[in-house]
């Protein structure tokens, strides 16, 4: 069974500060997964990655393959970029295309104006 | 565009009432569906997962059900609700490993 670990489990930080995020997983995996959850409970996929490094606006997501470990960092940090951020991987078979995901138990940013 | 469809957004139910949660999504075909808990203070746990019309796959032992009636039509039942139901609960859905999930907005069910 893959166990992920997030830390930290809560940050808070100031407007424009850069933020960083980590992820850990105890099995080898085909790719990872950050998901960002607002405070009325949405979810939304914000990067599916395999390998190296994606970005999408002020957000950056690396991935250390050998070493089981993706950060996702965010840049100029915003009050709107408050909410939880959980790392997903795959675990188990693959069954005609599905498979399952395991979650972190997230991490609860705060960015103060 | 491919969008998911989840209702009711929240949802109060006394305990020994049935359940029935409805997840549709549009703009493909043949998806993964997925229902997921995030029982107060927890991460997300995978309940159910179909990968076609009538195909139920159950991850743990519980007092719900899921059906796929259509192939782009999640339902998520029970026959009598415990406490222990309560939770966040999300539909989701992908079209193979290679690519992401799409979440839905999610159910926020109170049994009191």
């Known amino acids: 069974k893959n166990e992920v670990e997030q830390s930290p489990q809560n940050l808070t930080a100031q407007e424009g500060e850069f933020i960083t995020i980590n992820c850990s997983y105890s099995?080898?995996?085909?790719?990872l997964h950050w998901l960002q959850q607002h405070p009325g409970g949405g979810i939304v996929s914000l990067f599916m990655?395999?390998?190296g490094k994606k970005k999408h606006g002020r957000l950056i997501a690396t991935i250390n393959i050998q070493e089981k470990h993706s950060s996702l960092h965010i840049t100029a940090s915003h009050p709107r970029d408050s909410a939880v951020y959980i790392c997903?991987?795959?675990?188990?078979?693959?069954?005609?295309?599905?498979?399952?995901?395991?979650f972190g138990q997230g991490t609860r940013l705060t960015i103060n104006p | 565009s491919q969008t998911i469809h989840q209702w009711p957004a929240t949802l109060v139910q006394p305990v020994g009432s049935p359940l029935s949660l409805e997840c549709t999504v549009e703009?493909?075909?043949?998806?993964?569906l997925y229902w997921y808990r995030q029982a107060a203070g927890r991460g997300l746990q995978l309940l159910f997962y179909?990968?076609?019309?009538?195909?139920i796959s159950s991850e743990v032992p519980q007092n719900l059900s899921a059906s796929r009636p259509q192939d782009r039509q999640f339902i998520l039942s029970s026959k009598k609700l415990l406490l222990s139901d309560s939770g966040f609960y999300l539909c989701?859905?992908?079209?193979?490993?290679?690519?992401?999930?799409?979440f839905g907005s999610g159910t926020r069910l109170t049994v009191v």
């Open positions: 997903a991987v795959p675990e188990g078979p693959i069954i005609q295309g599905a498979q399952k995901l395991v």
């Open positions: 179909s990968v076609g019309i009538g195909q």
């Open positions: 703009g493909t075909s043949n998806p993964n």
């Open positions: 099995v080898g995996i085909s790719a």
């Open positions: 989701a859905w992908n079209t193979g490993t290679n690519y992401g999930y799409t």
């Open positions: 990655l395999s390998s």
